[in-house]
């Protein structure tokens, strides 16, 4: 832990800060027992220049934050060792002394030394319902492998929760669960784990529903399979991708079982499963509480994430102004679809075709911010002769496309272009 943090004069350092000391990684979140939580929480604000405040009176939790750390405080109650074996993991169970021993009665040192994930106890991992999606988090973003007995622990947990006899974990635990475990590279393969321990079934139901699902053509993999190579795609190319971004990618897909119909050419058909994938995706993702703005872009993007890529200059700049809202993160998105898809129709030249076309889009998208409009409202009103209303917005709409496609480059041209719109559509 940062050599600056205060440390209680009584106490034990415990659960993650203790893990990731064993494994190498800064811990920034620091977990104590201590006799007094809240005269140590409002100690440690006070050195750190922070604040302190009570998390849950009724059990005596206090934290404190300041200097880029966060420290809670919670009073032990009973026996050290009986707090330790409540815990979900062995090396989350150790706690260090004010010395700097460890006492760690299950060898949660030696399980962490060894990169192995293993519970305290399966009455331990079944006491809290998020468990099992956190044990697949710390074992993908950690590297560790889950013990055999850990494993079945976490598919009978899981499948209880999934019929509904046993409760699941509140939508903002979940929710917290898996951003985290998005933001780490190794997100894909955790999110495969999911999958086989069936903690999938019942963290995110609309992606298991795309486990089996077929699809053939361009592409290789099932549903499911291909919705994580593209997110894995997508954080190989792209490790910038913000927190949209990896959730469009990893629900762009999921559609697709509902739309999925076989022609009479025997290929298999998704008609309209983007459309369907933007309900199921903004339910998705207002059900785990995420934050309006961010639900709503992901719902964009997979809507949208299959609009075909401009074959001409004309037909990009109408594609640029259209969606440029979503850029350059519909096209990061529409790469990492294309480069997680291997099918028999996929080729070479197909892929070089695609991204000659991503060139075009992107070369474009570079290019200077559009100068001022040629019309404002009042000039649109001038020209045509109609009072405020929708009809003059529909009208600056289409001058705006006109001239950012090249249609029109003057403010005569657009009067003009305006007079045979109006007429066409008997506004005059």
């Not at 205060?6 to 415990?14: E, H, K, N, Q, W």
């Not at 499948?159 to 669960?177: F, Y």
């Not at 259209?322 to 898809?341: C, N, Q, S, V």
Request: a neutral charge.
């Amino acid at each position: 832990m940062p050599q600056s943090t205060p440390r209680p004069a009584a106490g034990y350092l415990v659960g993650g800060a203790v893990r990731d000391a064993l494994l190498g990684r800064e811990a920034r979140d620091l977990d104590w027992l201590v006799a007094d939580p809240e005269a140590e929480a409002l100690r440690a604000a006070a050195a750190l220049g922070g604040s302190a405040f009570v998390l849950d009176r009724a059990r005596g939790h206090w934290r404190a934050v300041g200097g880029g750390v966060t420290l809670d405080y919670t009073p032990l109650v009973g026996s050290l060792e009986d707090d330790l074996g409540r815990r979900d993991f062995t090396l989350n169970a150790i706690a260090a002394g004010p010395d700097g021993h460890l006492v760690d009665p299950l060898d949660g040192r030696g399980d962490a030394l060894a990169r192995r994930l293993r519970m305290t106890s399966e009455a331990a991992l079944a006491d809290d319902p998020v468990r099992p999606l956190r044990g697949v988090r710390f074992a993908a973003t950690l590297a560790l492998e889950i013990t055999p007995a850990t494993q079945r622990a976490i598919v009978r947990l899981s499948a209880e929760q999934a019929s509904g006899g046993r409760p699941k974990a509140s939508p903002e635990r979940v929710r917290d669960e898996l951003e985290a475990l998005l933001a780490d590279a190794a997100c894909a393969r955790g999110l495969l784990l999911a999958d086989e321990l069936r903690v999938l079934d019942v963290v995110l139901p609309v992606l298991a529903a795309c486990r089996g699902v077929e699809q053939g053509g361009f592409h290789h993999l099932d549903v499911l399979r291909h919705s994580l190579e593209a997110l894995n795609q997508l954080v190989q190319g792209f490790p910038e991708a913000d927190a949209a971004l990896r959730w469009a990618t990893l629900l762009h897909d999921v559609g697709k079982p509902a739309t999925r119909s076989l022609g009479e050419d025997g290929r298999t058909h998704f008609y309209g499963h983007a459309r369907h994938g933007e309900t199921l995706a903004l339910d998705t993702l207002t059900r785990l509480r995420l934050a309006n703005v961010l639900a709503h872009r992901v719902a964009a993007l997979v809507r949208y994430h299959m609009l075909p890529l401009p074959a001409d200059d004309k037909a990009a700049r109408r594609f640029v102004h259209r969606r440029r809202t979503l850029l350059p993160d519909l096209l990061k998105l529409m790469i990492a679809d294309r480069e997680a898809a291997r099918g028999p129709l996929s080729s070479e030249a197909n892929r070089r075709a695609y991204r000659m076309a991503l060139a075009r889009v992107l070369e474009i998208l570079d290019e200077a911010p559009a100068r001022p409009p040629l019309l404002d409202g009042e000039a649109v009103m001038r020209v045509l002769g109609i009072p405020p209303g929708p009809r003059v917005g529909e009208a600056l709409r289409l001058v705006d496309e006109a001239e950012a496609v090249g249609d029109v480059a003057t403010p005569e041209e657009a009067a003009a272009l305006l007079r045979r719109y109006a007429d066409a559509q008997g506004w005059r």
